[in-house]
């Protein structure tokens, strides 16, 4: 909580500092103070870790047959991006702001020369770093050791795979923020976070199969439906970026990619940038309206 | 070529069930089917009546001068160049092109039609038929035994090659490339019609529709290649055909067999043929099949069994096969029952074996006697060490049941919540699905893998480049962070930050 103090006074005697310096001297801070922190530390741990164990266990069942399906390695690495990345961002995103209000830190902060966006912006791009961090990290360890147990696939597969979670991270990050904008203490911001995390894990998938079976919704309503959760926008991007089709997800994935085939990319995109920014939006309205202390 | 052989062209689809009436039932539901439906009739294309022209009617091109003044018996040797003629070949000659030799068709129509038996054609570029498909515009239209099409390379043409009544041919070495059409465009690269006793070996097919054999028994198929094909081969009531060492790839199906009894695959290689009805190798209602020591892998599903045996008499037999990385391993309609699956590896389907339809895989065998099959996901142990796992193989997870009942829950797969619904099923009895089959006696160890070097040998380095230049991101990022001190605001050190303040 330090740093940014002398900072923020130094740019203040000098001349109006601009908007880009003053968001990235909070970038700075809250990127500091992120990758200090103990749970960064344990989820970041946690993915290199367990990314490392699919890696290794998936690469073997190739058994030198020379081929390596998308199915193991990557499915596995999908289904531990969609655990650990969404858990970790919203986390991180519902602390910052929360915490700092409860520790008085955002009262000093906006008393400095800085407006609530650029702080908001400062907090997000910081965070948005260490995450990028922790996946790189993670996916960097797991592709060394693909490369050195033979079990290839491509450097592409890796390299989407770490693109698309970092966007899905931006997405769950930014709603983080916002929980924590509109939350005033920062345990409870943690909480709400957790269950978003649950919801959009397991409750959304669940009820979207339980609809699927009850209410015969035809298969261009599951897909609308799934659409709607970037976890499973996360999902089916990838396989689409990877797999070059979808049809490994049954009549829904045809369906896709007959009736949409090239636009796909700009669809799951256009939803996962809807995910960052609305949230976003968000939580600068309500920093900058409300009192935010 | 008899004029009564072509006569029935005209009118195949009454032919077609009358050929191999399974019970006078079902030929009588056949015929009716064909009356009310015409439009089935018409989507199994016969070959048209195609009255050969005689050579008088045509003007005649350099080959075609070479032609006539041939003997039969001759050997009719084409000096090198291009040529843009159609031609007949009406006595049994060898055609060899001394060196490079094109025949153009220009677009339009057949290139070579062969009348005369015993015919060779060797070593021609043979380019560009029409695109009519009401025509069948082929390079090499066959409509006499006994031919030799060998090294022949065949491009852009919309049939390749068309065998007609034309038993005891031999189709060698030949590529067969077709128009990139739309699929619904496009002619069958290979058709034998009839022509039983044939070898088609070494071939290379690819952006065609089918290569099929229709009523041509005792074929031996060998060692071809076909991709981005419909069917990379396909038999339609053609009874003990040998197919060993083809390599079928990315293809919508692999080979499909229908209606033919006695079929032997061995060896061959199934990958990655995909799309909305993929399947490695589909069986339609055939009898007395052996699949043996097949690689069938990246399939949308490995194997397709719909009404296969048809009849209960003899089981079908799979043996030694592998099936792996495909979406579904073995998808089976419950009609189908009697076969003996033993002794294959099951590695990594994401649906081992399916269910399609209610029903269940009674009649089918996946153990027998002291043998079973190799399972990925085979969770016991082996504490005697005789390689037999000491607990049944059940296939009993709810995820995978609930997607064999309802294909749209595929759409979750992947998913966290996938799993969730597996662990569900197996911590809670109540809602534990019935397994789909039993092994007994499950293999410990897979079966020697078949040795197969894909194209591209894989190299590790372009994903070392990719992990190193992710860690190199990482790594960035955490200096970044780390950096104690930021150059023109010096006094930004933790301590005397706190000073400050």
Redesign the interface.
Known sequence: MSTVIPAAVAFASRRPPSMASNTFCIARRELRDALKSRWFVLYTLAFVVLGLAVSFVSAAGTGGTGFSGFGRTTAGLVNLILLVVPLMALTAGAATIASDRERGMLAYLLSQPVSPVEVLLGKYIGLGASLLAAISLGLGACALILSWRGGVSSPQTILWLAGLSFVLALGMLSVGVMISSLTRRASAAVGVAIFVWLTLVFGSDLALMAGAVALHLRINELFALALLNPLQVFKMWSLHAIDANLDVLGPAGLYAVEEYGRSLHAIFAASLTTWIAIPLVVSSIVLARKSPL | MSASGLDSFGFRPWSYPAHRPRSPWQLLALVGLFMTSPCTAQEHAAPRDVSPRTTAERELGPIGRLLASARPGDTVRVPAGTYREHLQIDKPVTLVADGAVTIDGGGSGDIIEIVAPDVTIRGFVIRNTGIDLDQENAAIRVLAPRVTLESNVLQDILFGIDLRESPDSRIIANTIGGKRLDIARRGDGLRLWRADRGIIEGNRIHDGRDAILWYSSGVIVRGNTAHDCRYGLHLMFSDDVTITDNELTGNSVGVYLMYSTGVTLMGNRLLKN???S?YGIGLKETDRFTVRNNLI??N?SGVYLDGSPFTDAQPGIFESN?V??N?VGFTILPSSRGNEIVGNNF????DQVAVAGRGSLDGNRFWKGERGNFW?DYTGYDQNNDGIGDFVHESQTLFEN??DK????????????Q???EFVGRAIPAVRPEPKFTDEVPLMR?LP??T???DVP??????????????????S??A???ERR?SG?G??G?K???G??
């Open positions: 995909r799309g909305p993929g892998a990246g949308r592998t792996a990385y979406d590695i990594d389907n994401i990925s609930l997607m309802r294909p749209a829950l595929r759409l979750f797969l992947f998913s966290p919540a799993q969730a619904i897979p893998l078949p197969w070097t894909p894989p190299s590790h380095f372009p994903i070392l480049i990719a992990g190193g230049s992710l860690l190199a991101i990482g790594v990022m955490l970044l962070g780390y930021r605001d006094s930004s933790e005397p930050a706190r400050a303040a």
